[in-house]
């Protein structure tokens, strides 16, 4: 998921990739950036580099949460002290499960069914001040890590914060044929993260090939029947 926002991200903006030690990082961004720059040739107006987790994170307006959901609230709780009440966190997180050949959504925290929090609830807690939003869960990592994919799904984004949500808005139209899609407060991340293992279930039952998620109105017809 990281690999595919960084490479689609850099048609327009300045991307940092992450990582625990400097020498994964620059090697992470330089490979990506290959990448971009053979694809989009003159039209990239971005650029990728590589830093430190907490480096990373300073100056930039959007912080965007690819980690395993196992090791994303300690990782993002040791870096929140790097983060300001202006910069907006994304959460791609999706905790999951598997028994046997299906996937179940798990609380990032023990509990029953849906009574645990979702994992961007609990990322909120964690870099509180910053505001988090919820996205990207539905978009299958292939499509985003296939630059030549046309991607043409939704984005369903869940968030508490106004301005947060129009940030992350744009950034995700800033991906083309991408579209955001509000589904209401951050409590509802979890109907949108268990959409994950659900799509995948689809996958499995049915043969299907990486499915996602489009949303579409009904038109009414003028023909009665």
Do not use: C
């Amino acid at each position: 998921m990281g690999r595919g926002l960084a490479v689609r991200l850099a048609l327009k903006h300045e991307i940092v990739v992450g990582s625990r030690t400097l020498e994964k990082a620059q090697g992470i961004a330089k490979n990506l950036k290959n990448l971009a720059r053979g694809f989009y040739l003159s039209e990239m107006e971005g650029s990728i580099k590589g830093a430190l987790n907490a480096d990373s994170m300073l100056g930039s307006d959007i912080v965007i949460v690819t980690l395993p959901p196992e090791v994303s609230i300690p990782v993002v709780e040791g870096l929140s002290e790097n983060l300001t009440n202006d910069q907006v966190v994304v959460s791609t997180v999706v905790p999951m499960t598997r028994k046997k050949s299906l996937f179940y959504w798990t609380p990032i925290e023990e509990g029953d069914a849906f009574s645990g929090r979702s994992a961007a609830e609990a990322i909120q807690e964690a870099v509180d001040p910053a505001n988090v939003v919820s996205a990207f869960q539905t978009v299958p990592a292939t499509y985003l890590s296939n630059i030549d994919a046309v991607l043409n799904v939704d984005v369903l984004i869940a968030g508490d914060d106004e301005l947060a949500l129009t940030k992350v808005s744009s950034l995700i139209r800033d991906i083309p044929n991408l579209r955001p899609l509000r589904v209401g407060p951050l409590e509802n991340s979890k109907w949108i993260e268990s959409l994950t293992p659900l799509l995948l279930n689809a996958a499995i039952l049915n043969g299907l090939h990486d499915p996602t998620i489009r949303v579409i109105p009904w038109m009414p017809s003028d023909t009665q029947g």
